[in-house]
């Protein structure tokens, strides 16, 4: 009978602490995505630093299976290889510091070309809709942009 008692105290005890251990465990085998971004550059500093720097509507956003591919209208370009239109990639999701790209918006962009890769950008860069960026255009407009018939870079 005491071993009987014993046992039916043991059951509530290591209950609890079954479920006290998966609920430390089961959050922490999640991955962790998390974007973190340091201060963007000033914006000379980002034309530095950058491949392709330009002006642009989305006109069309395809998505892959961690990446978006999306396709620009160029209206006015600082740095890069000329062209009307312009392709970056992004990351799918803004956790892991895709920028969140609209169809029909316009933008101001600054792409890196990782390792001789496409270009891309996020969401730690310069990179924003161009109706917020009249700081950047005020710094970039000292220098004369392409506009798809002279080119700088």
């Not at 062209?83 to 918006?105: D, K, L, R």
């Not at 891309?120 to 407009?141: F, I, K, P, Y």
Request: glycine content about 6%; proline content about 6%.
């Amino acid at each position: 009978m005491t071993k009987l008692l014993q046992h039916q105290h043991l059951k509530p005890l290591s209950l609890t602490l079954l479920l006290f251990g998966l609920g430390i465990t089961i959050p922490s085998t999640r991955p962790a995505y998390a974007c973190s971004c340091l201060q963007p550059p000033a914006p000379n500093q980002a034309l530095a630093d950058a491949k392709a720097v330009f002006s642009g509507k989305v006109t069309n956003i395809q998505q892959d299976r961690y990446t978006l591919n999306v396709t620009f209208e160029v209206d006015q370009q600082w740095k890069g290889d000329e062209a009307e239109t312009i392709v970056i990639q992004t990351a799918t999701s803004s956790a892991t510091c895709g920028y969140p790209f609209e169809v029909n918006q316009t933008y101001l962009v600054y792409a890196n070309q990782p390792q001789g890769g496409k270009l891309r950008t996020d969401h730690c860069s310069r990179t924003t809709l161009l109706n917020q960026a009249s700081d950047d255009l005020s710094e970039l407009g000292k220098d004369l942009p392409c506009n798809r018939r002279t080119s700088r870079d």
